[in-house]
């Protein structure tokens, strides 16, 4: 089992979907499985091609040209939507690098973080699992819903079912509980 600290499955799955948002995984599922999380899902083919390929490309250059040119260019076919299996092992260390990384790369920016971005999504099912003092069994994501299983502070099993409304609803809670909502409603 993971060493549990106050909020290490907040931060762990927030970086561990900061990481996987690129490819925007049309399913996800996550594990631990004894020290290391592995996620596992499927994305479009088109999705993965344009990631490897960006990847193995040197220079943002060559980057901006290619957005730009996709932006301006008609589509020559329809979108592939072919889906493809991904799989990603995280340790320990691999979410302290991680975690550095996004750290270093976002500076001083101080504003509140995008609540429907993946990352943010997971942050929020590690609070409610760190606020249980829990341990993850499993998580499942689609684009409605998020279930997820874990073992509370009592080593009681717990499975909690969430659609995109409900945990929209616990961010906010969440983020009006550490002063980072004004109370206003959107459109005041």
């Not at 479009?44 to 943002?60: D, F, N």
């Not at 993946?118 to 929020?124: A, F």
């Not at 983020?175 to 109370?183: I, L, P, Q, V």
């Amino acid at each position: 089992m993971m060493e549990q600290t106050a909020g290490a499955y907040a931060r762990a799955l927030r970086v561990i979907g900061q990481d996987l948002a690129d490819l925007l995984p049309e399913t996800l599922a996550i594990e631990l499985r004894g020290e290391e999380f592995v996620a596992n899902g499927f994305c479009t083919k088109s999705r993965m091609e344009e990631i490897e390929s960006a990847a193995s490309r040197a220079g943002i250059k060559r980057l901006i040209d290619k957005v730009t040119d996709a932006l301006t260019r008609p589509p020559a076919r329809e979108p592939d939507l072919e889906f493809v299996p991904f799989n990603r092992t995280y340790s320990a260390g691999d979410i302290d690098r991680l975690d550095t990384q996004a750290t270093n790369q976002r500076g001083s920016y101080g504003g509140m973080p995008d609540i429907y971005s993946l990352g943010e999504r997971l942050r929020t099912i590690g609070k409610v699992i760190d606020g249980q003092n829990g341990h993850i069994v499993r998580i499942f994501k689609d684009l409605h819903q998020i279930v997820f299983e874990y073992l509370d502070g009592d080593g009681k099993a717990r499975k909690e079912d969430l659609n995109n409304t409900e945990l929209y609803q616990l961010q906010q809670r969440y983020a009006a509980e550490r002063g980072g909502s004004t109370g206003e409603k959107p459109g005041q």
